[in-house]
Nanobody, 127 residues
Framework: QVQLVESGGGLVQTGGSLRLSCAAS????????MGWFRQAPGKEREFVAA????????AYGDSVKGRFTISRENAKNTMYLQMNSLKPEDTAVYYC????????????????????WGQGTQVTVSS
């Protein structure tokens, strides 16, 4: 089992940057596909980005492509989301998620693909 803890959220102005972190427990972090999702008030949770267990492959939601970058440090059991050029519509609670997979190159973009979730961190972008 994996426990996930997000950090790094906060209040930022339009055009600013934030870096989110997701720390995972356990000794098999490198076996997990990791993902970021977000949920704004009154909206469904949506896919933001995902990274393969090896870190070699990544996928992004259309609304964040070119602005957000996902990365991971398996030696530190940590995943990151660098968010640049933030917009008010990026305001949401951001969740990290994990799914154990044997194939180290796979990325997953579906909510139901993930087995473990963090508690979320709030990101607010002011206009």
């Amino acid at each position: 089992q994996v426990q996930l803890v997000e950090s790094g959220g906060g209040l930022v102005q339009t055009g600013g940057s934030l870096r989110l972190s997701c720390a995972a427990s356990g000794r098999t972090f490198s076996s997990y596909v990791m993902g970021w999702f977000r949920q704004a008030p009154g909206k469904e949770r949506e896919f933001v980005a995902a990274i393969s267990p090896s870190g070699g492959n990544a996928a992004y939601g259309d609304s964040v492509k070119g602005r957000f970058t996902i990365s991971r440090e398996n030696a530190k059991n940590t995943m990151y989301l660098q968010m640049n050029s933030l917009k008010p519509e990026d305001t949401a609670v951001y969740y990290c998620a994990a799914a154990r997979r044997a194939v180290v190159t796979v990325v997953l973009d579906g909510l139901k693909d993930y087995d473990y979730w963090g508690q979320g961190t709030q990101v607010t972008v002011s206009s």
